[in-house]
């Protein structure tokens, strides 16, 4: 082999060299790239698995009226979930019934002075019946003149 082939011979092994280098961050790139879509068809899959599971369960809890065995916690979790949901539903038509106008039951906001429906002082309301609906029929509205002392 000559000088000059051997010469040739470095700068070639050395070309390799290099170009091995930007193959492997290529192929490290195209292999985290690849990873990553198994992973998320893995977890695509797994979210498949989780769904079914649920319905499942839930054909299992709609079948049964008492929990079969084995599933007690399971079943009393359930339950007991339902029941706070109911409760937190009260909690919430409360806080509703309590937006509403108390004498045209119109639709009124915390701060709200006066019911744009039937014009009555809410804030009267609140001071002196604040939950009952009262029958006893209010003096009509004066919009001018009279409740000076109550701008908004
Ligand atoms: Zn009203």
Redesign the pocket.
Known sequence: MSFFDKAKGVVNDAVAAVSDAANDVTKSAKEMNEKSKLNRAIKNEEAKISNLYAVMGKKLYESNTVAPAGFEDQFNGINAAKNEIAKLQEELSAIDASSK?P??G?KVSPNQKF?Q??G?NLEEFQKSQPVVVDAVPVEPQQTTGVNTDNQQ
């Open positions: 106008c004498k045209c119109n019911c429906g039937c009555c």
